[in-house]
């Protein structure tokens, strides 16, 4: 199997900070930020503001990169995650394409709900950060 590429953003708007529920596997049920596969094409940076538009319906401006990570998630799965801190332009959070659920929560209740701890860290390192810019 090939590493599939992947890009997440890590959206503030004030103090808080985007939420998926997400709605397929991996971590199926789990809250993480938006995101998902590099097309063909494609840049990171417009792959990732195309992943939260589709999966939130919500604009943002990129800041900056935060982490890239790789997740392996059982014996035939393994992604290289690129995530980005940006900060909201516009938009409230409705779920689409892969994610059930979306909404904004304060940046320590979300990190208490997502569920790995890769994603919390991510999101801690981009608050440490992106956060008050």
């Known amino acids: 199997m090939t590493p599939v590429p992947t890009v ?20 199926l049920g789990d809250w993480s930020i938006p995101g998902g596969r590099l097309e063909w094409n494609e840049t990171v940076q417009a792959c990732g503001l195309r992943e939260l538009f589709e999966e939130t319906g919500v604009r943002a401006e990129l800041l900056g990169l935060v982490d890239v990570i790789d997740g392996f998630f059982g014996d035939e799965r393994h992604y290289v995650l690129i995530d980005y801190a940006a900060r909201w332009l516009e938009g409230e959070p409705v779920a689409g394409d ?36």
Not at 16 to 25: D, M, N
Not at 100 to 106: D, I, K, L
Not at 122 to 133: L, N, Q
């Open 98 to 133: 892969d994610a059930v659920e979306a909404q904004f929560a304060p940046v320590e209740e979300a990190i208490a709900r997502v569920e790995w701890h890769k994603t919390k860290q991510v999101i801690r390192d981009a608050w440490e950060r992106f956060g008050s810019v």
């Open 8 to 27: 997440g953003v890590i959206c503030f708007r004030g103090d808080e900070v985007l939420l998926i529920r997400r709605g397929k596997p991996p971590r």
